[in-house]
């Protein structure tokens, strides 16, 4: 027997279950199972992405200034109080490094990401599942759960797998009533979806107990390249850069990343058609009986009769073409979790569903 033992924690962790992808050769499927955007990246990144490819044998940038600079610029930030990380998988892995370990609790939300749970165990925390409110995020029973162990206390809003959020006064109540060595850390990977929302920004500016993540994986089209963001105070900031390997971004990423943020337009498209499209599907489910919670993100999470139920409509769609997400690893095994493609896309996942439904009558 091998003697060489990993950590305590390590073997707690279940692997991360990524949303099915379909075969290369499968043209007419469809991949609505881990809230890609469905228009791809933007032709500026596209672009940027060429231009950069003969550049490759130089190590890239390693503070990230120039994207750090366009981040703040876009968002009216300081690039001071940013930080870049692979994905901000990895940013909410420096915060679990950083600031949790044996004996230290990390909050999260019931049916939260599945990375808070991951992270938390890998840095030899404990993480604590905090009960929701009928799948919205439960300020109180968070403020209850809170104890001087607790280090981090992630929020991401709006949700995943749910796809609800809570307002900005439920937050800052929130902010107000943590332990004082705390950090709440506001996920706002979805933050993009909603109209005049700063994912928590105004927040983290007024107190160093609050900090935000954010993402190029969902509205900016480059989940591929691996690219993310957080925003905290500077004692924060300088405390994570200590852990951030030196070239942790490529120049690739970093210069797709760039030019991303210059295509307003392109966003702005992307958020507007996610908007008409989720509102058209989940009204058209529900007249099929099958209801969903207001979503402010860009997927829906139907809810079935069980899981039974369930189950068997991601097979039919899958037998479709059409690949959703099964969310029982998160605890809601009577769901499946939509993406909001484009409207052909929709209109298929409407009319297949329906034939499911008259299948089983
Ligand atoms: C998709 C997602 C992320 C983004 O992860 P990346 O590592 O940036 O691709 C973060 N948080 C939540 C809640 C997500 O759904």
Redesign the pocket.
Known sequence: MLKIEPKKGILDIALYQAGSSPRPADQNVIKLS??ENPYGPSKKSIDAIKRHAAGVHLYPSTNHLELRQSIAARFGLSDENIICG?????I?SFLCQAFAGPGDEVIHTEHG?A?YRISALAAGAQPVAVQENNRHTDVDAILGACSNKTKLIFI?NP??PTGTMIDAAEIQRLADGIPENCLLVL?G??AEYVSNFDGGASLVQDRENVFM?R????MYGL?GL???WGYGSKHIIDILNRIRGPFNLSTIALAAANSALSDLNYVKKCRNENARLRDWLSNALSNLGLESDKSDANFILARFKGAEEAAACYKFLYADGLIVRQVANYNLPNCLRITIGDEAACKRVHSSVRSFLESIK
């Open positions: 881990s809230n692979v994905g901000s998988d990895e909410i990401f990375m991401a949700n995943n996920d990977a979805y993540t993402t190029f994986s969902k989940g691996r690219i993310g």
